[in-house]
């Protein structure tokens, strides 16, 4: 078995590639559920997605504008206070998961 692929940001990533393929078949029917505004990351977002991650286990988030970078930097950013693991980014729009410990709402393949 390989080892879990590192994310642009250092921290290990939880998921095999066979799981961040299902999971991003699974983001093709989702809606954003967070949008950042002018703002960025922020505590409010930080909770909400947390709010969202507990609830959904699979979240869309829509990005502010700005450049790649920048974008990049929200990713990590959010994904770091978390913990949760980025299944894809696609222009503005990035899909993330984290496991919910007491219900577990998706199933995922080995």
Excluded: W
Excluded at 85 to 106: M, W, Y
Aim: hydrophobic share 35%.
């Amino acid at each position: 078995m390989t080892a879990p692929t590192p994310t642009p940001s250092g921290t290990a990533s939880a998921l095999t590639a066979s799981q961040r393929r299902y999971l991003r078949g699974l983001c093709q029917d989702l809606h954003p559920i967070i949008m950042l505004g002018a703002k960025g990351v922020s505590e409010a977002v930080t909770r909400e997605l947390e709010i969202a991650l507990d609830h959904h286990e699979l979240v869309k988030i829509k990005l502010s504008g700005g450049d790649r970078d920048q974008r990049q930097l929200q990713i990590d950013q959010l994904a770091e206070a978390t913990g949760a693991s980025v299944v894809q980014q696609i222009g503005h729009t990035a899909s993330v998961f984290r496991r919910n410990a007491d219900e577990p709402k998706l199933a995922l393949p080995r």
